[in-house]
Structures are given as structure tokens and as C-alpha cells.
């Protein structure tokens, strides 16, 4: 490959093509009216504009990028995450066009983007479930017999989608209804499809998910796990690698059950396996994500490998020059999504001007973002800021110099979900490993960060005056008259 477009913006779009340039391979951005004279654009060698900013008329148009790409000799696209990275029609039309989709085949996009088609396919590998239903369904009164027979709480899922749209806990029989209406409408809104299906609500669950690896050669590999359970709105917030309450065996029968589900559906390239692992660390398939993941940095400083870089070493036909056995973990990785969000307000998102950016940056500090100081942040895409991942020798290490980091990061002109991370950093629960993906609900209220902002401020007003006060202090030294007699 020669010429690679990224068809994707911002972070991901910069963090890509970092590594494209590093393997000599000249880069190709798109961009909304919007984007216009964001850095990934200027990063590029070239730049073409898809259109105005809704990513509707801009990045999701797959026709247009592709008839870009073929006009100026472009060999392959990298979809990043978001976006069009798992829409098989659009894989389908990259490989049918002559072009290279950096990312797995349409198959197995098709077959993983769907949660019921995903679970009829690792069936045949023993792959653990959770107790449920393998049928989409919208009729009540077979919800209601199917939740008679698993037992309450239930989780209403919707089959084509993830993120937390079109999910619901249920805890009794006479909420169910309801609750099936609103799923079924939310997934037809936000995936055109409002087929649902329900299963066991898995109570104190972990969110763990293992990286993989696999070549066009039939050589499929993990690159260990992450630990995903800090979430708001079933949306990740926090992540780290190694997850602290897995054991080598159970690693490495995680990682094998992954290396599985990536062989029932013949996966190339750099894909995730999600499960769910319950108090007893019993682990449950939840879906595979066929792309690259938002958290990957995590895994990449914990094992030294650029998974762009394989990705793109992988979509060549190289054969994976790496082993199973040559894998290690090497010291601990944070990783903080920094939303452009209000965390005392429900998290809502919070546009503007970012009067005031500057990032961290020092031994085992690493920032992905695409944004510069005088930006606008747009209301059109997700409110995602930058990625603040650290990295050191132990978790306790990480963690320190997360805060640190937190601390150093100058945002003004927006709201960032930077206190949130300070919060969660700071926990006990948190530091101790004891927490699961209710830690948000069970531990975070937006009254704590107000409370700790109003005494941040009394604290520096306090400062301001007593510095205001010395500054105005005359220090007269008395007169000194001396008794002592001299001879002369």
C-alpha cells in the first residue's frame, strides 16, 4: 500500500495516520465543512471535503469516499471506529471497488453486528451465554412467559444495535410491558431495526474484553484483557489493562474463548471480544466489536504493540510475525475518555469554544486527541475530546499519575467530564479493585463535584486574599540603638 484515506476525524483519524506516515505510506483525510481546519486535515498530505457538517451529508456518505478514493490512486480506506467502520455494505463496496477496507470482512461484520446472529455463530465453540432467548421477539405475552422461565430481573436488548440504546432492566412482571414498548421504539430509532431479545440480568457484573488478532494465514492470537466497567449509560468512561481481578488461568481461558469467537466467523484483523463476568467470575459471551476500539492504547502500551500498525500489516497479507508465546504483560494502563460533557448536569454535552487547551504530556503520559486551543467543539458528532491514557510500572503508579495528569489538563470554555476522572481516580472502591459497572449509580452523585468545586473555589479565594493581604504588608524593621561604647 501507498496510499491509505481514513475515512473518520478527530482523534481517531490523527491517531491512525500517525502510524500510516510511520510505515512510509502516504495520508488521505476527509472532512465536513465543519472539520475544516481541524488537525487531522492539516496532518494529511491530502484532504478532501465530503460535505457540509451533519455526518449524514459528510462522513457516512460511503459512496463519495470511495469514488475519492479511486480518483487520486488511493490502494486502502481505514474506517477508525464510529462512522462507517461497521457497516458491511460499505466494507463489501470498498473490496468490490478494488480497494482494501482495513478492518475484517463483510461477513463478519454482517454476522457480529447483529447480537442474535453473533450468538447462533459461537454456539459451535462452547462459548459460555448468558440464559436467554436466541430469537428476536416483540409480542408481550411471550416476553412475559420467556421472563417467567430465566426469572427476573431480565435485560431487554435490541439486536441490531449497542452503546446502551434499546437496552432495559426489568425487575417484575408488571413493568415489563412498558419496558419491552419503550426498547423496541428506541432500537427503531436508532438502528431502523426494533427487534429485540431478552436474557439473564447479570447482577454486579464486570465489563471485560479481550483484544484479537488474526491474519488472512489462519493465525489468530489475544493480546490479554480490559477492564471496561466504569460506565455512564452503559457507555465506557474509564479503562485499564490488566483487569486486577483476573487470575493467569482465567486469562487464558478468556483469551482462548476470544481466539474462538474470532474462528467461528473467520475474523481478519484487529477485533474485540466483550463479555460480561458475573461475582463468582463466571464470564459470558456479550458481543465481538469488529473494529478497532476507542480503549486500545491501553493494550497497545501493556504489550508494545501498534495495533494500527498490524491492522495494516494484516490487510497487506502479511502473516503475523508475533506468537501467542512471545506475548507478555508489561506494567498497568489507565485510559479516561474526556468528554466535552457536564458531569454536574447528567453528563450532557457541552459545546463551545475552547478558549483555553492544554494537554499533559510526560514520562508515561500519552494524549489522543484532535482538537487545538481556539477550536470550536461542534454539536453534530460524539462529544468525545481526547483520550488521557497513563502508564507505569503497577496500577497504583498509573493511578497516581492519572491525577497528576487530570490535574495538569487546562480546559476553559466547555465542560469536561475531567472532574468526573479526578472522582473515580480518587475512590476507594475504584483503588481497591471492588467496584463493577454500577459504580456510577452506586457511587457518584453530580452533588459530590459541586460540593468539591465550591470548596476548590473558597480554598483558592481564601489563598487570594491571604497573598492580596501580604502583598499590602509594610514589614518596617524597628530602629536598633546600640549601648555599646566604643574607644577611640
Known amino acids: 500500500?501507498?496510499?491509505?484515506?481514513?475515512?473518520?476525524?478527530?482523534?481517531?483519524?490523527?491517531?491512525?495516520?500517525?502510524?500510516?506516515?510511520?510505515?512510509?505510506?502516504?495520508?488521505?483525510?476527509?472532512?465536513?465543512?465543519?472539520?475544516?481546519?481541524?488537525?487531522?486535515?492539516?496532518?494529511?498530505?491530502?484532504?478532501?471535503?465530503?460535505?457540509?457538517?451533519?455526518?449524514?451529508?459528510?462522513?457516512?456518505?460511503?459512496?463519495?469516499?470511495?469514488?475519492?478514493?479511486?480518483?487520486?490512486?488511493?490502494?486502502?480506506?481505514?474506517?477508525?471506529?464510529?462512522?462507517?467502520?461497521?457497516?458491511?455494505?460499505?466494507?463489501?463496496?470498498?473490496?468490490?471497488?478494488?480497494?482494501?477496507?482495513?478492518?475484517?470482512?463483510?461477513?463478519?461484520?454482517?454476522?457480529?453486528?447483529?447480537?442474535?446472529?453473533?450468538?447462533?455463530?459461537v454456539k459451535a465453540y462452547d462459548i459460555p451465554m448468558v440464559p436467554g432467548i436466541d430469537e428476536a421477539i416483540t409480542d408481550i405475552q411471550k416476553a412475559k412467559e420467556i421472563a417467567e422461565e430465566i426469572g427476573y430481573p431480565i435485560l431487554i436488548k435490541a439486536s441490531a444495535g449497542g452503546g446502551g440504546k434499546g437496552m432495559r432492566v426489568v425487575e417484575e412482571e408488571k413493568k415489563l410491558e412498558e419496558q419491552m414498548k419503550r426498547a423496541?421504539?428506541?432500537?427503531?430509532?436508532?438502528?431502523?431495526?426494533?427487534?429485540?431479545?431478552?436474557?439473564?440480568?447479570?447482577?454486579?457484573?464486570?465489563?471485560?474484553?479481550?483484544?484479537?488478532?488474526?491474519?488472512?494465514?489462519?493465525?489468530?492470537?489475544?493480546?490479554?484483557e480490559r477492564e471496561c466497567s466504569v460506565q455512564r449509560r452503559h457507555q465506557k468512561v474509564v479503562e485499564e489493562a490488566p483487569s486486577v481481578i483476573l487470575t493467569a488461568e482465567l486469562r487464558a481461558h478468556m483469551g482462548q474463548a476470544a481466539i474462538n469467537v474470532a474462528k467461528s466467523c473467520d475474523?481478519?484483523?484487529?477485533?474485540?471480544?466483550?463479555?460480561?463476568?458475573?461475582?463468582?467470575?463466571?464470564?459470558?459471551?456479550?458481543?465481538?466489536?469488529?473494529?478497532?476500539?476507542?480503549?486500545?492504547?491501553?493494550?497497545?502500551?501493556?504489550?508494545?504493540i501498534d495495533l494500527v500498525e498490524q491492522q495494516i500489516r494484516i490487510a497487506r497479507g502479511e502473516v503475523l510475525q508475533i506468537k501467542q508465546s512471545d506475548l507478555k504483560i508489561e506494567g498497568h494502563a489507565l485510559e479516561l475518555r474526556v468528554y466535552a460533557e457536564d458531569p454536574t448536569d447528567d453528563f450532557l454535552p457541552s459545546v463551545g469554544t475552547l478558549e483555553r487547551y492544554k494537554t499533559p504530556f510526560g514520562k508515561g503520559i500519552r494524549v489522543d486527541d484532535g482538537f487545538e486551543e481556539g477550536m470550536e467543539v461542534p454539536i453534530y458528532y460524539d462529544p468525545m475530546l481526547s483520550k488521557l491514557i497513563t502508564f507505569a510500572e503497577n496500577r497504583e503508579a498509573a493511578t497516581q499519575l492519572m491525577l497528576e495528569a487530570i490535574k495538569s489538563y487546562e480546559v476553559k470554555g466547555i465542560s469536561t467530564t475531567l472532574p468526573f476522572g479526578k472522582f473515580v481516580f480518587q475512590h476507594q472502591a475504584f483503588r481497591s479493585g471492588n467496584f463493577d459497572t454500577?459504580?456510577?449509580?452506586?457511587?457518584?452523585?453530580?452533588?459530590?463535584?459541586?460540593?468539591?468545586?465550591?470548596?476548590?473555589?473558597?480554598?483558592?479565594?481564601?489563598m487570594a486574599i491571604k497573598q492580596y493581604q501580604f502583598d499590602q504588608k509594610k514589614v518596617r524593621l524597628p530602629e536598633v540603638k546600640s549601648d555599646i561604647k566604643t574607644n577611640e
Open 1 to 121: 500500500m501507498k496510499k491509505i484515506l481514513v475515512a473518520n476525524r478527530g482523534e481517531i483519524a490523527l491517531r491512525v495516520m500517525k502510524t500510516i506516515k510511520k510505515m512510509g505510506i502516504e495520508t488521505v483525510a476527509v472532512f465536513s465543512e465543519a472539520d475544516r481546519n481541524a488537525p487531522h486535515v492539516r496532518f494529511a498530505d491530502e484532504a478532501f471535503c465530503l460535505g457540509p457538517a451533519p455526518s449524514n451529508q459528510s462522513y457516512l456518505l460511503g459512496d463519495k469516499i470511495i469514488e475519492i478514493s479511486k480518483s487520486i490512486g488511493v490502494d486502502g480506506i481505514h474506517p477508525g471506529y464510529g462512522f462507517l467502520s461497521e457497516n458491511a455494505d460499505f466494507a463489501e463496496k470498498v473490496e468490490k471497488n478494488g480497494l482494501t477496507f482495513i478492518g475484517p470482512k463483510s461477513h463478519a461484520i454482517r454476522i457480529m453486528g447483529d447480537k442474535l446472529s453473533a450468538k447462533e455463530t
Open 184 to 224: 423496541i421504539s428506541e432500537a427503531e430509532s436508532a438502528f431502523g431495526n426494533g427487534a429485540v431479545f431478552i436474557e439473564k440480568y447479570v447482577g454486579s457484573p464486570r465489563h471485560i474484553e479481550i483484544q484479537v488478532l488474526a491474519d488472512t494465514h489462519g493465525n489468530v492470537l489475544h493480546l490479554f
Open 267 to 304: 475474523y481478519v484483523g484487529a477485533g474485540t471480544v466483550e463479555f460480561l463476568m458475573d461475582e463468582n467470575k463466571n464470564f459470558y459471551f456479550l458481543e465481538m466489536n469488529t473494529r478497532l476500539q476507542v480503549e486500545h492504547p491501553v493494550t497497545e502500551l501493556i504489550t508494545g
Open 438 to 462: 454500577h459504580f456510577v449509580k452506586n457511587y457518584y452523585t453530580p452533588e459530590v463535584l459541586q460540593k468539591e468545586t465550591e470548596e476548590e473555589a473558597f480554598i483558592a479565594a481564601l
